[in-house]
Every structure is written in structure tokens, then in C-alpha cells.
């Protein structure tokens, strides 16, 4: 399996203000995903990170509003720009385990609130 | 496209009574399915998944779902639930980019 940890674990901003969302994982993985599920709702891909290449986004989503880094094998950020209310959602990293395959591995979450 | 519909959005049920969480997928390719949990305040994590071979998956916390192909299901069920058992559970199949595509959830309340 893999260990991820995201930071922050919640955090509460104004609106029009940007938050960088940290993931970590304890082993080198070479697909990353970001999800966002909002209040009550399932959770929806915003895009994937592969290291060494612009992420991909689905659908809705646009490298403008959530720009993703992925510097090494270990490690990613998603900024949420420019916030607004409707952005209060919780946040979260997964990647494929290190089996490869489906399986995907979850970090805690980042719970964000838009004020 | 891919897609997964969870028919159920609550569950309430008594302790140590059976349960059946249901699950439906609609793939054009190669099938896998997956059951993950979230208790409150907390990140996602796997109960059990099917990719290949025995229809009949085990998982932890004494859950088990059944592939049926002909039904398009995955249904996830435990013989006897625990209050610890209370928590949401969504229903997912792997997506064409290595993804997962996830049902909206069912929330499972187990009441004394």
C-alpha cells in the first residue's frame, strides 16, 4: 500500500484568495490524482499528475483556476485560485498503488471553506 | 462512457441485522470495480475490489460483494453490521486514464 499525507488537513478562506493544497507519498508513484468532493456529493476528478508532464484535466476543470505541480515522484500541489463559495469542498490526493492496477490509495483530505 | 449508479443514498438498519448495499456499473471495457469507505472527517479507504477471477470477493471488516456480469452489479454486503459500520460507502470502477469513476455514495446509519 502507500501512505499519503495532504496539507493542510482544513483550512477556512476569503473569497478571491488562492490555497495550495500539499500532497506527499511515502513511495515513488508515477500517477497522481486530484479529486474534489463537495458537500454531500460523491467525488469528481479534476485531474491527473504525471511527473515530468502538464496534468490533465476533465472535463470543467481548467489549469487556470487549478494549477498542479508535480516536481518528483513523491509529491504534488493543487492551488485553488481565486476562490469562491462554491469551491468549499473537501479536497483529496490519491495515487495507484505500487502493484499498479486500479487500486488507489487515498490521502486524508482537505477540507476548504470559502467565505 | 463509463458510469456507476448506487441506488440507495441512506441505509438505516439495526445492529447485527444483514445488509445489502447496491451497485450498478455501465462499462464498455475491461471491468474493475471497487467498494471504498469514509467514516466521518476522514479520507477514503479501500474495503475490497474485484479485477479478475472469482466473482466472490472478501474484504475487510467482514464485507464481501459479488461481480455479476450479467446484471451489471457489485453489490456489497455483510451478514451482521457493527455501530462502527456507520459511514458512507461509494461504489467505483476504473476509468479509461487509470481513474476512478465513483457512484454518489450511500450512507449507512446502524442504529442500537
Known amino acids: 500500500s502507500a501512505v499519503i499525507s495532504q496539507k493542510p488537513s482544513r483550512d477556512i478562506c476569503q473569497r478571491g484568495t488562492s490555497l495550495t493544497i500539499q500532497c506527499q507519498v511515502d513511495?515513488?508513484?508515477?500517477?497522481m490524482f486530484w479529486y474534489r468532493q463537495q458537500p454531500g456529493q460523491s467525488l469528481t476528478l479534476i485531474a491527473t499528475?504525471?511527473?515530468?508532464?502538464?496534468?490533465?484535466?476533465e472535463s470543467g476543470f481548467v489549469i487556470d483556476k487549478f494549477p498542479i505541480s508535480r516536481p518528483n515522484l513523491t509529491f504534488s500541489t493543487l492551488t485553488v485560485s481565486n476562490m469562491s463559495p462554491e469551491d468549499s469542498s473537501i479536497y483529496l490526493c490519491?495515487?495507484?498503488?505500487?502493484?499498479?492496477?486500479?487500486?488507489?490509495?487515498f490521502g486524508p483530505g482537505t477540507r476548504l471553506t470559502v467565505t | 462512457a463509463q458510469s456507476v449508479t448506487q441506488l440507495d443514498s441512506q441505509v438505516p438498519v439495526f445492529e447485527e441485522a444483514p445488509v445489502e448495499l447496491r451497485c450498478n456499473y455501465s462499462?464498455?471495457?475491461?471491468?474493475?470495480l471497487f467498494w471504498y469507505v469514509q467514516y466521518p472527517n476522514q479520507g477514503l479507504q479501500l474495503l475490497l475490489k474485484?479485477?479478475?477471477?472469482?466473482?466472490l470477493v472478501k474484504g475487510i471488516n467482514g464485507f464481501e460483494a459479488e461481480f455479476n456480469k450479467s446484471q451489471t452489479s457489485f453489490h456489497l454486503r455483510k451478514p451482521s453490521v457493527h455501530i462502527s459500520d456507520t459511514a458512507e460507502y461509494f461504489c467505483?470502477?476504473?476509468?479509461?486514464?487509470?481513474?476512478?469513476?465513483f457512484g454518489k455514495g450511500t450512507k449507512l446509519s446502524v442504529k442500537p
Open positions: 490519491s495515487v495507484i498503488g505500487p502493484g499498479g492496477g486500479y487500486e488507489q490509495y
Open positions: 513511495s515513488q508513484v508515477t500517477m
Open positions: 499528475a504525471n511527473q515530468g508532464s502538464e496534468a490533465t484535466y
Open positions: 462499462s464498455s471495457v475491461s471491468v474493475y
Open positions: 474485484y479485477l479478475s477471477g472469482s466473482t
Open positions: 467505483a470502477c476504473g476509468g479509461s486514464q487509470g481513474n476512478l469513476i
